[in-house]
T-cell receptor, first 116, second 109 residues
């Protein structure tokens, strides 16, 4: 059973370009979460999606960032007009349907974005 | 006030000793608590979860939760060099995990 897959693993962009990060959840998982980890900081929640629905995007910056999880294909985190402050590791996690108080999220290997 | 605070590191312990990690949280409504381990340049991996007051043991790891004090800890017994990593405390409500900044542990051989 393959784990959470993310690609690319490393992404270099120049200021002003667009970055597209992809995440395929574990088989059987319908819930996807995106987190950002800045250098020397913990992970910060960005967005929670189910198929074709954004459930909670309270952690997403108001501008330039968007996320989707289409009916077919991976979840996409899109960053338009990247700036140097967007340089970070972006982790995707997935989980099966929520059960009670225990909600284990399985993390992918991350995409390390560097903005030049 | 940060939502999740962890004791500042780095924490250096000799091989075979006990490493003690502490975490406090501000949201009294939190239901579940997690300890993740993250090796440098890698993704977090879950090592313990706890949602009832008291202790929970799994191998060399023991998690302790005190909801009244809003405190959760992780003890690593018989520390091994392979335990050298950053440990992230997190709590979750329905789905959103809030993480602390992490405590870096180094186990000296």
């Amino acid at each position: 059973n393959a784990g959470v897959m993310q690609n690319p693993r490393h992404l270099v962009r120049r200021r002003g370009q667009e970055a597209r990060l992809r995440c395929s959840p574990m088989k059987g998982h319908s819930h996807v979460y995106w987190y950002r980890q800045l250098p020397e900081e913990g992970l910060k929640f960005m967005v929670y999606l189910q198929k074709e629905n954004i459930i909670d995007e309270s952690g997403m910056p108001k501008e330039r960032f968007s996320a989707e999880f289409p009916k077919e294909g991976p979840s996409i985190l899109r960053i338009q007009q990247v700036v140097r402050g967007d340089s970070a590791a972006y982790f995707c996690a997935s989980s099966p349907p929520l059960q009670g108080v225990y909600n284990e999220q399985f993390f992918g290997p991350g995409t390390r974005l560097t903005v030049l | 006030q940060k939502e999740v605070e962890q004791n500042s590191g780095p924490l250096s312990v000799p091989e075979g000793a006990i490493a003690s990690l502490n975490c406090t949280y501000s949201d009294r409504g939190s239901q579940s608590f997690f300890w993740y381990r993250q090796y440098s340049g890698k993704s977090p991996e879950l090592i313990m979860f706890i949602y009832s007051n008291g202790d929970k043991e799994d191998g060399r790891f023991t998690a302790q939760l005190n909801k009244a004090s809003q405190y959760v800890s992780l003890l690593i017994r018989d520390s091994q060099p392979s335990d050298s990593a950053t440990y992230l405390c997190a709590h979750g409500g329905d789905y959103k995990l809030s993480f602390g900044a992490g405590t870096t542990v180094t186990v000296r051989a």
